[in-house]
């Protein structure tokens, strides 16, 4: 199969059953004006494509004639908001000397022009907001993006997570077009799996520090290769060929607090950990007794999760409960698949960590202690 110009089309081996996948190389016969580019960014990801893509232009000014820069504004942090977070985005841009322009929303904002011209290519990686069409109708060649998975797998703001809390052992970047409605659902124009380096114990700033050059370079051959310009050979999607597919497609959503609330009656004692490992402190609650006997429920925090012993003691079925005596600093939590968690650090609300054991024995409680 041929692209138009001089483009060789090479087939991967799917990860999605009898879906195709293509790895594009090769020199492009399609040309462009030179761009000027709006760059939609945030965090790391979006760091890594920033900076491979000011780097072309320094070196081929004739293909990237400006960069301007978007990111979402600094907002107060911490206790009593007294902190001021910058996205991180802005000081790189700064340092590359490239002009950067803070907005929350799009509504009644306008794209800058540099020399006098307009933009006329949009790039958002890991931006978080809707590119509109106007804005987008606007540019002469519409929008790119690039995306930490495998399209239209694990859509959404937190493909890394997801894809660690999946247990997958491969990743994937993907280059689509900006879709003027919905974020994610672009045209799909390249794709490339990728191993994940240790996908038993890898976490998710080491998955983004594999995959944000990998994307970045793809960013940038996509630029080289005009492939923004249309007609668009599009990569087959599995969602187009539903009935290959041996699984559902999986959302990759904004990551919330309830999603580190140990679930002691669903979550093996492998999802906990492994949930612990991308996460972060996971949390459950206890009832105990203030000092006049009267019930009282606390939330704990755990971190420094490891998979304990199993256990076949018939006495000890209920999920939550802890199995051992504090002979050690570590504690022991029953799983719904009869084994255990070791717990090697924990947090009462409003106090500060230690020990496990030594955080659980300062509190009161009457009979068995019991997570929930």
Not at 81 to 106: M, Q, S, Y
């Amino acid at each position: 199969m041929r692209l138009s110009g001089s483009w060789t089309i090479l087939r991967r081996p799917s990860l999605f059953a009898g879906a195709r996948q293509y790895d594009i190389r090769g020199l492009s016969t399609k040309v462009s004006d030179p761009l000027r580019i709006l760059f939609c960014g945030s965090e790391d990801f979006s760091i890594a494509s920033l900076q491979a893509v000011h780097d072309e232009h320094i070196k081929d000014p004739n293909l990237i004639a400006s960069i301007d820069v978007v990111c979402k504004p600094g907002k107060r942090v911490g206790r009593g908001l007294k902190g001021f977070r910058e996205v991180p985005i802005k000081a790189v841009a700064e340092d590359l000397d490239l002009p950067v322009h803070e907005i929350n929303t799009f509504t009644g904002w306008n794209p800058p022009e540099p020399h006098n011209k307009p933009i006329n290519l949009i790039v958002a990686v890991s931006f978080g907001l809707l590119v509109p069409p106007r804005i987008l109708f606007g540019a002469k060649y519409g929008g790119l993006n690039v995306h930490p998975s495998l399209l239209p797998d694990f859509r959404g703001p937190a493909p890394l997570h997801h894809t660690l809390l999946s247990d997958c052992k491969t990743t994937g970047i993907t280059i689509q077009t900006l879709h003027p409605s919905k974020i994610d659902h672009g045209t799909i124009l390249a794709q490339t799996p990728y191993p994940i380096p240790n996908p038993d114990t890898c976490t998710v700033p080491q998955l983004l520090q594999y995959v944000a050059p990998k994307g970045a370079a793809m960013l940038v051959r996509g630029l080289r290769d005009r492939v923004f310009i249309p007609p668009y050979d599009e990569v087959e999607r599995p969602e187009d060929t539903v009935q290959s597919l041996d699984r559902p497609l999986r959302r990759a959503s904004m990551i919330h607090p309830e999603d580190s609330h140990i679930n002691w009656d669903r979550w093996t004692a492998e999802e906990i950990v492994r949930r612990n490992r991308v996460l972060g402190p996971l949390w459950s609650e206890a009832t105990f007794k203030t000092k006049e006997d009267l019930p009282i429920v606390k939330r704990i925090i755990f971190d420094g999760i490891s998979l304990g012993r199993e256990t076949t003691d018939s006495r000890i079925l209920e999920p939550g409960l802890v199995t051992c005596d504090f002979s050690s600093s570590n504690v022991h939590l029953k799983t719904c698949d009869c084994k255990n968690v070791t717990i090697a650090r924990a947090k009462v609300e409003g106090g500060v960590e230690k020990e496990a054991r030594r955080a659980l024995t300062g509190l009161k409680w009457s009979g068995k202690l019991m997570f929930r």
